[in-house]
Every structure is written in C-alpha cells, then in structure tokens.
C-alpha cells in the first residue's frame, strides 16, 4: 500500500532553525515534492528530491532517502512570513502525487 | 505572467443544486489536474488530462462528478446534486510533460464551495 506521515504541527521562534519531517511507503516512486500553502491559499512549490542528498535553494533545504523512505524539509532563519502548512507529496508509479496531511508551522516572536 | 486561474472563487450552493468549476492552466502546460481539499488535510486526487484526454479518475469520486477539457486548454468540474460532504476547496494544478522540472504542479487559487 501507499502511505505518507508528517508531524501536525510544530512551533518554531522567530530567527531560528526548524526541520520537518516526512515518511512514506510506496512501491513505486518518481520524487518527493514539498509545498507551502498560507491558509485559505493554494499550495506553492518549494522543492523537489528524486535522488538522495540535499538540495539547497536559499533558506529552504530539502532532503530525501529513498532507501529509508524519509524526508525532511529545514527552513532557517525562520520570518513570521514563514508561518504556513507544509506539505510533503510523493509522485507514485502512475505520476500521480500522493499528499500528507501537512504540517502546521507556528512562529512565535 | 498568466499562471492558473480558477472561476469562481467561491460558491455557495443549495443541496440537490448542480455547479461548475471552471480553471485556465498555463498555456503551455498540457496536463491539468483536479483536487478536493478539506481543512487540515491534504489535497485529495479527482482526476487528471493529458491534453484532452482523462487520464485517470479517483476511484473515490463519485458518479455525481463530471470533469472535461474539450480542446486540451480550459477545463471544467460539474458535482450534480451536491451535497453537503461536498462543501470543499476545489484545486486545479497544470504541469508540463517534459522538461527540466517535469511533473511540478502549479496551482490555481482553488473554488471554495459551501454547500447549504
């Protein structure tokens, strides 16, 4: 079967680092995605792994392991802009993506 | 820059009354998706063109649901006698084939529909 987990919300301080994380089990997989969506606006794309390692693009990194079926998405220097849900998606063998559930990020002054 | 555009964007409907979505992808982007969001969820597959062909249709969607894009640009969304499980954000998404990003998916502002 297919499944995908990622915390439901977390709680960050102005300034500083937080990593959120992501699981998924799926027998076939063509990338992981992970997007942002501000509430009551559409998801915006922030990146995309196939391989493993990291992929850095300014204050946002991401990073896959497909042998763990683990990813996780690290947001530095944390702004108040930066509070939003996260969603981790993987694209299946069928190219179609299969989404989490999200997580709720809250950054306090 | 045109991106996705969806009309409306928002809709208030009586239960048993039909409606339709309708969504712009960007134009050179020749598959076009469709996604239902609830809060604190994810998006939810409903189908997905290729062009002017649909591709695949979530095995959850009803047969109250219709969608079609007739010439491979604009596409539309109809829930016949809607309910009220209905009441929902209604996202559509367009990505290109081929490409150094194949596959992204660009997202449109979603219809809220509120099913009274």
């Known amino acids: 079967g297919q499944n995908i987990d990622q915390p439901t919300e977390m709680t960050a301080t102005e300034g500083a680092i937080v990593q959120i994380n992501c699981t998924y089990q799926t027998s076939g997989f063509n990338g992981l995605f992970w997007y942002q969506q501000h509430a009551g606006e559409a998801p915006t794309f922030l990146s995309y792994?196939?391989l493993d390692g990291l992929e850095e693009k300014g204050r946002f990194s991401s990073f896959l392991s497909r042998s763990k079926g683990y990813s996780y998405l690290l947001l530095k220097e944390l702004q108040m802009k930066d509070s939003a849900s996260y969603l981790c998606a993987f694209m299946d063998s069928n190219y179609q993506l299969i989404w989490g559930a999200g997580t709720k990020l809250i950054i306090k002054p | 820059d045109t991106g996705v555009s969806q009309d409306p964007r928002h809709k208030i409907t009586k239960r048993g009354q039909n409606v339709t979505f309708r969504c712009d992808p960007i134009s050179e982007h020749n598959r076009l998706y469709w996604y239902r969001q609830t809060l604190g969820q994810g998006p939810e597959f409903l189908t997905y063109f290729q062009n002017e062909a649909q591709l695949e249709k979530s095995r959850l969607l009803s047969d109250r649901f219709s969608a079609e894009r007739p010439k491979g640009s604009f596409s539309t969304l109809e829930i016949q006698r809607t309910e009220q499980g209905d009441s929902a954000m209604y996202l559509c998404?367009?990505?290109?084939?081929?490409?150094?990003?194949?596959?992204?998916?660009?997202f449109g502002p979603g219809t809220r529909l509120t099913v009274t």
């Open positions: 998404a367009s990505s290109l084939e081929y490409g150094t990003r194949p596959y992204e998916q660009y």
């Open positions: 792994n196939v």
